[in-house]
């Protein structure tokens, strides 16, 4: 049973502290990174994994060693997250003894209750647009924050509409840039309700 989640988002990650039966959640407690990259890691400075992982380590146990020893927590991150940088979060927590440790993007806590949909979100890195059946993620497309338009986006939807033979999906976003916006806007809020009830219905 998860008892406390932490978010990932760009330059800070913020802390929740969930009760048994997932009715409250605490507020919101947001510890910004020092010296220390956001996650997903900017390409150039992903090249010590050691080095990395390291700096995580002392952040993680600077700011929650006595806060989730023992603690099942669940790591909600970008996602673009790659499976290196999946595996530094998971043993940073480790480190601090914490009890169990589950990864999942924001793409896949958007919407809980629409069985066919497409998720879209944003990190420093690129512009993710998955396609889900119910819990499960079937394809996912990223695209380069940088140069990305909201014109690509569509295309890369369409792309995967025809692909499945789908049309007319619902759509739904969360941190997209003004300008790249498309579909149905999931709110901080949102995400919170979403997965409060993701964690009643798995326990």
Known sequence: MISVIVWFGNNKL???????????????EDLLFVELPSIPYVQNFFQDFNFTCEKLKQFVKKYFSKKIVKENVLCVVPCDTTANEKKI?????????AKNITIVTYNGLLVDSIESRMCISASQRSVTISYFINATEIDKVHLNI?????EEIIFSIRQIESKFQLQGTPIFYFNLPPNLKIGTEITDG?????IR???TNKN
């Open 14 to 28: 913020t802390f929740q502290r969930v009760n048994k039966k997932y009715r409250t959640f605490s507020e919101p």
């Open 89 to 97: 979060i998971c043993e940073s927590f480790e480190s601090i003894f």
């Open 146 to 150: 940088a140069t990305v338009s909201k």
């Open 190 to 194: 949102g995400l919170i309700a979403n």
């Open 197 to 199: 009830n993701i964690l």
